[in-house]
């Protein structure tokens, strides 16, 4: 089993940047297909980005494509969410998340994903 551990969350303010980290331990992610999504508050968790075993293919939600960018260092068991140009309905909390070893597939649905970390805060003031 693997343990995914989400940082870098915080308060900004609308056009600012953010970078998120997962680190992943207990296990090598480097066979494992990864994922971002995030909830706010009343709504459902949603897909943001993921990523194949060696970043070679990335998936995008609509609302964050080309101002996010997803990616991974496997040598550091870590993968990494950059946020741009931040609106105020990126706030939420943000989840790292990871399918069972083997699986291809870049899921977007969370149903897909086995392991799952904590959650950080991501706040976006206007």
């Known amino acids: 089993q693997v343990q995914l551990v989400e940082s870098g969350g915080g308060l900004v303010q609308a056009g600012d940047s953010l970078r998120l980290s997962c680190a992943a331990s207990?296990?090598?992610?480097?066979?494992?297909?990864m994922g971002w999504f995030r909830q706010a508050p009343g709504k459902e968790r949603e897909f943001v980005a993921g990523i194949s075993w060696t970043g070679y293919s990335t998936n995008y939600a609509d609302p964050v494509k080309g101002r996010f960018t997803i990616s991974r260092v496997n040598a550091k068991n870590t993968v990494y969410l950059q946020m741009n140009s931040l609106k105020a309905e990126d706030t939420a909390i943000y989840y790292c998340?990871?399918?069972?070893?083997?699986?291809?597939?870049?899921?977007?649905?969370?149903?897909?994903?086995?392991?799952w970390g904590q959650g950080t805060q991501v706040t976006v003031s206007s």
């Open positions: 998340a990871a399918r069972e070893i083997g699986y291809t597939t870049i899921a977007t649905t969370r149903e897909d994903f086995r392991s």
């Open positions: 207990g296990l090598p992610v480097s066979n494992r297909v």
